[in-house]
């Protein structure tokens, strides 16, 4: 077995960030496009531009700014702001999951099997 677990940040009411946002985010800087990131998450483009503008106004600043077209064609890529953001974000999160391996190990490791099987009590034989 092992732990899960899913974070987010809230700002009051409002969800300020979460693991699918920056998600999203970290997809538009891979991509270099909104509507290519929106594709790659199964996600239409109008809900993916939503999320977008939805954590601009939750956070107070800009996050994806528009490229102009030019031989190429135009895109979108993240502001400094916004890499800075899925850098630090997915660096909690990872620290946190770590940390919440560890207290699992520190609770559970002597009491839970390693073979969830062995705790089904279906299982025809003594017990």
Same mark, same amino acid.
């Given at each position: 077995?092992?732990? @899960?677990?899913?974070?987010?940040? %809230?700002?009051?009411?409002?969800?300020?960030?979460?693991?699918?946002?920056?998600? +999203?985010? *970290?997809?538009? $800087?891979? #991509?270099?496009?909104?509507?290519?990131?929106?594709? @790659?998450?199964? +996600?239409?483009?109008? /809900? *993916?531009?939503?999320?977008?503008?939805?954590?601009?106004?939750?956070? $107070?600043?800009?996050?994806?700014?528009?490229?102009?077209?030019? *031989?190429?064609?135009?895109?979108?890529? +993240?502001?400094?702001?916004?890499?800075?953001?899925?850098? @630090?974000?997915? /660096?909690?999160?990872?620290?946190? /999951? /770590?940390?919440? *391996?560890?207290?699992?190990?520190?609770?559970?490791?002597?009491? +839970?099997?390693?073979?969830? %099987?062995?705790?089904? #009590?279906?299982?025809? $034989?003594?017990?």
């Amino acid at each position: 077995m092992e732990p @899960r677990c899913k974070l987010w940040l %809230e700002h009051g009411d409002d969800l300020a960030l979460s693991d699918y946002r920056v998600r +999203l985010l *970290a997809t538009i $800087g891979e #991509t270099g496009s909104l509507s290519a990131a929106s594709t @790659r998450l199964g +996600l239409s483009y109008r /809900r *993916a531009w939503g999320k977008v503008r939805e954590l601009e106004r939750n956070l $107070g600043f800009t996050l994806v700014e528009s490229v102009a077209g030019g *031989a190429g064609g135009g895109g979108s890529r +993240l502001t400094a702001e916004g890499a800075e953001l899925v850098r @630090r974000y997915t /660096r909690f999160a990872d620290e946190a /999951r /770590r940390a919440v *391996a560890v207290i699992y190990d520190e609770a559970f490791s002597s009491t +839970l099997p390693t073979d969830p %099987e062995s705790l089904r #009590t279906d299982r025809p $034989g003594p017990r």
